[in-house]
């Protein structure tokens, strides 16, 4: 009697131990492929096309508060220039209407940058949008993992499992499952992070443009277009960041060893946000913007 009484509790424990690895590897590899592919899908976006309120309020902003001081900017630049040019032409004694000619084209040079800030920063994100979408289909961005086939496969190896090794296995697959939660959250951290990232940089443009046609000042606005292009190019290293953890997870297989394969995805997902940490500062490096 006691026999049947403590295999009906083992049942028991086995059907209640299999059931909690099976709701937290489908909860887990569900967070993980809903992230991996929104990183795809977020990436190819541009400023606009991400969160178009968002966009017209930086642009209301830019262009009521931002573009006002860059043409007292621009003001305080051509009159410097101006008083520069006609000293250096021994105060006056040998001016050149050349000069002035090369001085009016400056400015409406100047001018027209300012007036074209948000279409000139928008251009240089439809670049970055373009490169994204030409490597879309060079790069695989099957991240999913396949739940059915893991989940059955686990099924078919806790069959042969003891009491002890389901306990530690659930355990496990808990201690991960959270840990892939917080590395979702991350995910989505960068990403939005990036995205505001743009936002901030792009209200501010009308002032280093203001800077593009001096001399002095012009570091101002070569650097400020290297940022973004790196912005720009971001996203092209998360898709290949991507591209590489899609890879990865295709090696994946459950074997003799579950507890490999249930770390070895943990340890990509982790390995994958911290590439796309990374991506930011590469970038800035690639195009030497600081």
């Known amino acids: 009697m006691f026999d049947s009484i403590f295999e009906a509790i083992e ?38 096309g991400w969160n178009s309120s968002i966009f017209s309020m930086i642009q209301n902003l830019s262009d009521s508060v931002i573009v006002p001081i860059a043409g007292i900017i621009i003001t305080y630049i051509l009159c410097y220039e101006l008083i520069s040019m006609l000293m250096e032409k021994n ?50 961005s099957q991240t999913a993992i396949n ?11 806790m069959e042969t499992m003891e009491i002890g ?55 101002m606005g070569t650097n400020y277009f290297r940022g973004l292009f790196a912005l720009a190019f971001q996203a092209f290293l998360m898709m290949v960041c991507v591209g590489i953890y899609a890879v990865l997870v295709s090696t994946i297989t459950i074997s003799s060893n579950m507890h490999s394969a249930l770390f070895g995805v943990a340890a990509y997902t982790v390995l994958l946000c911290f590439t796309l940490m990374k991506t930011g500062s590469l970038s800035k490096a690639i195009f030497n913007a600081h």
């Open 165 to 219: 090794e389901l306990v530690v296995l659930a355990l496990e697959t808990l201690i991960v499952s959270f840990c892939l939660k917080i590395m979702s959250v991350l995910i989505t951290v960068i990403l939005y992070g990036r995205m505001i990232e743009i936002y901030l940089y792009t209200s501010v443009a009308p002032i280093p443009f203001a800077t593009m046609t001096n001399r002095e000042w012009g570091q």
């Open 147 to 157: 739940i059915d086939s893991m989940v059955s496969a686990m099924d078919s190896a």
């Open 91 to 140: 105060n006056m004694q040998e001016i050149d209407t050349w000069m002035f000619f090369k001085y009016f084209i400056k400015m409406w040079i100047a001018v027209y940058l300012v007036s074209n800030t948000f279409t000139i920063t928008m251009a240089v994100f439809d670049v970055g949008q373009s490169v994204v979408n030409s490597a879309a289909g060079s790069i695989s």
């Open 11 to 48: 049942e028991w424990m086995r059907e209640l131990l299999t059931g909690m690895v099976d709701s937290n590897l489908t909860n887990m590899f569900t967070d993980v492929n809903e992230k991996t592919s929104e990183i795809a899908t977020q990436v190819g976006q541009t400023p606009q």
